[in-house]
């Protein structure tokens, strides 16, 4: 096992995720044995879910221990019920939650390089028969990492039988979980019931093939991983071409990866991913959201977005005398006795102050004395892509569209100078 340590640097901070539980009462014995020839921190972190009665107790053995070995202990209390029912997830669901953002909160406070978690091989195929039934592609077969991020699990080679073994060996103390022989939640049911049953009619050595498994399944996400390095995940768009060009493999593994990046990905299928690999390579143009993130394809596009947001938000921008950058370009303003630019508005024929800004309910533009056009209409006339409307800025005054811009000018009647003259450059130029 020491290789399992070698990760640990000196002067590396650990935090030690410690419920008393056999698992992680011989997770930190067996740090504390490695920090015997190594210099680096040692803490302790502990979350009183607030479920069970024996809660107290646990909490009680945890400070014991800390206080036997010296360590520092960061103890948290949390009302895991009340959170269960606040996020609508289940009391697993939501204790995991609550540890991971408390956990968290602490590696930006104190700096700790990794948080040692006594996860090992027993749970890892209970994580791969789970993700089994839900459907789970090849990165969810795969199993845990031994490290992913600043998780870091040493125990994950070893089966729960010889960690028992180790501690009964060594004499640890340890508290019982109780919880875990409840076979109302799946992970015990197939603990208890399902795993062993499968050993029984299938093959003693079931948990061994399943781990080789997981391993040849890692290796080939790690292959699919350096392929992915050269997509940045956190991108607002992509080349259409380059997409179509990937293999479906690709390609689906790039758009969890883009889910991922956004916290976005819980409970998307394959099915839906497929659906919008079919329409970038079927399609000039369209929508698809998946959770909750808008996929809006526009010919040589594919925009990423919050749903509820729009392609890109032109924030209202009064223009001034001079060059104005704006989305897409650059407007230059000046004065003039005669019309010169791209467009001229006599100085009479506005109101308030000229602005670029996005499209609003109810915008129109004039096309002639006595035509005016809603803009929705103008771009459905167009066949101007609904994803691409957010993105077209419009110069206006306080009551009217006068521009297009890169479309269509408004109808100005004609009217003595002075003129305000607008030329505009886009960034292509």
């Given amino acids: 096992m020491q290789n399992q340590f070698d990760l640990i640097r000196p002067g590396d901070k650990v935090l030690v995720a410690f419920s008393g539980g056999v698992d992680s009462v011989v997770l930190l014995d067996m740090l504390l044995e490695h920090r015997r020839s190594l210099d680096f921190t040692l803490d302790l972190f502990h979350l009183n879910h607030g479920i069970r009665q024996e809660s107290v107790a646990e909490e009680a053995f945890v400070i014991s221990v800390a206080q036997e070995h010296q360590l520092v202990l960061h103890l948290k209390r949390a009302d895991v019920p009340a959170e269960a029912e606040r996020r609508r997830v289940g009391i697993e669901e939501a204790a995991r939650l609550v540890r991971y953002e408390l956990i968290e909160e602490l590696i930006d406070q104190e700096g700790y390089d990794y948080v040692a978690l006594a996860h090992h091989q027993d749970d890892n195929i209970e994580t791969f028969f789970l993700n089994l039934f839900r459907g789970s592609g090849p990165r969810g077969l795969s199993g845990m990492a031994m490290i992913e991020g600043y998780k870091y699990r040493p125990l994950l080679s070893m089966s729960k039988a010889s960690i028992t073994d180790y501690a009964r060996a060594k004499g640890l103390e340890h508290v019982q979980d109780m919880t875990n022989f409840d ?178 309910t109810g915008d129109r533009i004039s096309l002639s004395p006595t035509v005016t056009k809603y803009l929705k209409n103008y771009f459905i006339d167009e066949k101007i892509s609904r994803s691409k409307r957010d993105r077209i800025p419009l110069l ?25 003259c607008l030329r505009f450059t886009t960034n292509d130029n």
């Fill in 183 to 360: 076979t109302r939640y799946k992970r015990n049911r197939l603990r208890q019931e399902v795993i062993p049953y499968l050993k029984e009619v299938a093959d003693p050595a079931l948990s061994d093939h399943i781990t080789t498994t997981m391993r040849l399944l890692a290796q080939d996400e790690a292959y699919f991983d350096e392929l992915l390095q050269a997509f940045d995940f956190a991108s607002s768009e992509y080349e259409t071409e380059t997409l179509r060009a990937l293999a479906p493999a690709v390609f689906s593994r790039l758009i969890r990866a883009i889910l991922r990046q956004r916290n976005d990905l819980k409970d998307i299928s394959a099915a839906q991913i497929e659906l919008l690999d079919r329409l970038i390579r079927q399609s000039d143009a369209g929508e698809l959201i998946l959770g909750d993130t808008r996929f809006s394809l526009e010919q040589t596009k594919l925009f990423v977005r919050d749903k509820d947001e729009p392609l890109v938000d032109i924030e209202t921008m009064e223009l001034i005398e001079g060059s104005n950058r704006i989305p897409g370009g650059t407007i230059e303003l000046f004065y003039s006795e005669e019309p010169a630019g791209d467009l001229a508005i006599p100085v009479t024929s506005f109101q308030g102050k000229l602005r670029i800004r996005s499209r609003r």
């Fill in 396 to 420: 206006t005054d306080d009551h009217r569209v006068f521009w297009i811009l890169g479309y269509r000018k408004a109808y100005l009647p004609k009217k003595p100078a002075p003129f305000i």
